[in-house]
């Protein structure tokens, strides 16, 4: 027996020993036993995790038996096209996996039709994309030649409509006003492959304007209609979305990314739940939905066959190690506790920004309806985002920096940091806790003097910045990180 598992053994009676535990360690000496330096480097993440407390809105902690779904022999087939209908010999069991991912992914969402093999978000969006290119380019060239899709062309006629694909139209939620990279920004393939425009907030209010929206749309005519969002603190009307969309003829796409555990959860419902309203949904499964590294796209019928047709044609092979755990935490996506814990999380950020609100914190939009807000550090502090990224790490907080709409500092420097509950309501955190953090954060970011050159450190007394460790970690210990681990 090697070292984790001895010293496991060693330290913990066999009562109290878990099985998952157990196989994580075990893994740990069979991994070091090629390569300790490897081995060692995942327990070093290990005590990181443990020491610094995550507030990065799109990261979670997964359960052990996702994590250990994926470490097995599921990583060595090939699995190409869809369930019981593959390029390779040999699929029944990956083929049980998938379907059983499948089949759990349509339960919890009431979706027509789920493909869970993109291998990460940006992966669906592109399968999303060639879907809807596929499937309603309409062009009076296209109509001429008498077909419904691209895919009933013969590649000749292809070769005539081939130009049109770039005059399609994306319109999505610019990157300032918290959109992500994949719905138009210019220097990403989703608006080379497309002409991508661009909807912004309101920058009085921070907030989406439908009547804006409904106007520009009305203009500009676009081919999808693309809601979602990376650092948005507000639910989207997708009800709305989806008449703007239907105005124009537009399909409506939306990419839930962000908030997929808050759909499953319970807490997105109504006109907030975007299954109802959208044709094609698109979303990871790693951050609120609590799954491995991964992505998924949920559709309707009409989609189903474009979708499906994934990989090869976009994607590389199937991950059906991935797949594996990918249907692990949907199993635990549907029990009670996971709508527990998707409420939890809002409630966590609500405390949170009244907290940081009432401390003359000023928040994008005046505050959170969902797991995320966006603190404006150069209008509250006078520093800039990337300073009190820098600040906060140090502090033992890992969080991001991010742009704000019309951001003066840049996209590298930005004002403002983002902030998500999901993790810490992972660990158990509730609103004491929140609070302690609202308060760790304000009297940190207060006494820091952002300096003349806003691209060096900011400069922060020793003392102050060792307090705010210590409260950091003083917290961190009542909500100890897969605490059935031990390492030493
Ligand atoms: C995180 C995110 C993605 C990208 O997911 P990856 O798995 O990193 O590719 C796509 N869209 C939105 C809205 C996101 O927030």
């Known amino acids: 027996m090697e070292k984790y598992l001895k010293n496991y053994f060693l330290q913990v009676p066999e009562s109290k020993r878990t099985s998952g535990a157990t196989a994580y360690l075990a893994a740990l000496d069979a991994v070091s036993s090629e390569f300790p330096q490897i081995a060692e480097t995942i327990v070093q993440e290990l005590r990181d995790q443990r020491s610094h407390l995550k507030l990065i809105a799109s990261e979670n902690f997964s359960s052990l038996p996702v994590q250990l779904a994926m470490g097995n022999l599921l990583t060595d087939k090939y699995s190409e096209g869809s369930v019981g209908h593959r390029f390779y010999a040999g699929c029944d069991n990956v083929d049980t996996v998938e379907g059983l991912a499948v089949s759990l992914a349509q339960e919890i969402f009431h979706a027509e039709h789920a493909y869970v093999q993109p291998h990460s978000g940006i992966d669906a969006n592109l399968v999303a994309f060639w879907a809807i290119l596929v499937q309603r380019i309409q062009t009076p060239e296209v ?197 527990r814990y998707a409420h939890r999380i809002v409630e966590n950020a609500k405390v949170l920004a009244e907290g940081l609100m009432q401390k003359g914190i000023k928040l994008l939009t005046g505050g959170t309806d969902n797991h995320l807000l966006v603190l404006n550090v150069a209008a509250s502090f006078g520093l800039t985002g990337k300073q009190a990224e820098m600040l906060l790490r140090e502090a033992k907080f890992t969080v991001n920096r991010n742009v704000i709409p019309q951001d003066p500092n840049g996209a590298w420097d930005t004002s403002g940091v983002r902030i998500g509950t999901p993790a810490t309501t992972t660990l158990g955190m509730g609103p004491l806790e929140m609070e302690e953090i609202a308060d760790i954060i304000h009297t940190l970011l207060k006494h820091a003097q952002p300096g003349d050159d806003r691209k060096k450190k900011a400069h922060i007394d020793p003392h102050v910045m060792q307090r705010a460790q210590e409260r950091v970690t003083d917290l961190l210990r009542g909500f100890p990180l897969y605490p059935e681990i031990v390492i030493e």
């Open 143 to 339: 109509a001429a030649l008498g077909k419904k899709t691209l895919n009933d062309l013969t590649p000749e006629e292809y070769e005539k409509v081939r130009q049109l694909l770039v005059n399609q139209k994306v319109m999505g939620m610019a990157l300032g006003s918290g959109g992500h990279l994949t719905h138009g920004y210019r220097l990403n393939v989703s608006a080379k492959i497309m002409q991508a425009v661009q909807y912004e907030v309101d920058p009085r209010t921070g907030l989406l304007d439908y009547k804006a929206l409904q106007q520009q749309a009305q203009r500009e005519k676009p081919l999808i209609l693309l809601a979602g969002y990376s650092s948005y603190p507000r639910l989207i009307d997708f009800a709305k979305m989806r008449e703007i969309a239907d105005s124009v003829g537009a399909v409506l796409m939306v990419d839930m990314a962000h908030f997929a555990g808050l759909v499953a959860g319970k807490v997105m419902q109504g006109n907030f739940n975007p299954i109802p309203f959208a044709h094609i949904v698109t979303t990871t499964t790693h951050k609120t939905l609590r799954g491995p590294r991964g992505g998924m796209v949920l559709c309707t019928s009409e989609f189903k066959e474009a979708v499906d047709r994934g990989c090869p044609l976009i994607l590389g092979g199937p991950l059906p190690h991935v797949m594996a755990a990918k249907a692990v935490a949907f199993k635990e996506a549907l029990k009670p506790e996971f709508t």
